[in-house]
């Protein structure tokens, strides 16, 4: 999974290579909860070793962008022929979720550059990624993302959401599989 959002990294930096201000591109987030409540959580970046990573807006970054996987689901699928054969395929739900500064780029440029480069992705020779859908509502993403927060984004910064799915296949023998 780390290897194919890698590769969307990569891509999404090539494709806002154009955008002439700071980004701070990072891999896979999950909630943590803070602190002093159970209530109240933030998207962040955990090592192995717990340390996070806080996917917070800051003035040192014009524009943020994260993911997070919201779940993976299994198929198991057939390939008729001679030596019949079933595979495992993993669909992963994704989310893209990016913050910045209106005045670095429209969050609806910035979003079509981000679902070109999630589109086109690639892994061992396949298109893996498809887009789902994108919201900008900021509202909705932000209680998404900060549980148990009250909202308080300025006018001036944007947040919104891109679902997409990983799509990869698994042979069925457990000795093969690849992870």
């Known amino acids: 999974m780390d290897e194919i959002i890698n590769i969307i990294n990569g891509r999404i930096t090539t494709e806002t290579g154009d955008i002439k201000c700071t980004k701070k591109i990072n891999g896979l987030a999950e909630p943590v909860l803070l602190l002093d409540s159970q209530q109240q959580s933030f998207p962040a970046i955990v090592s192995a070793d717990g340390e ?3 996917n917070l807006f800051d003035d040192k970054f014009k524009i943020g962008i994260y993911h997070k996987m919201n779940k993976i689901t299994y198929v ?3 390939v008729k ?3 019949d054969r079933k595979s495992i395929q993993q669909v ?3 989310s893209l979720i990016s913050y910045g500064y ?3 780029i429209s969050p609806y440029k910035l ?3 981000i679902r070109r480069a999630i589109a086109g992705t690639k892994h061992n020779g396949k298109e893996v990624c498809s887009v789902i859908d994108a919201n ?3 509202v909705q993403v932000f209680a998404g993302e900060f549980g148990g927060i009250e909202f308080f984004l300025q006018p001036h ?3 919104f959401r891109i679902n997409y799915k990983i799509t990869t296949a698994l042979p069925e023998c457990i000795n093969n599989q690849r992870i």
């Open 52 to 54: 996070c990573d806080a």
């Open 76 to 78: 198991e699928t057939g």
């Open 81 to 83: 022929g001679y030596g």
């Open 92 to 94: 992963a739900d994704m």
């Open 102 to 104: 209106r005045t670095a």
């Open 111 to 113: 979003a079509e550059k």
């Open 136 to 138: 900008f509502n900021r």
């Open 157 to 159: 910064i944007f947040l």
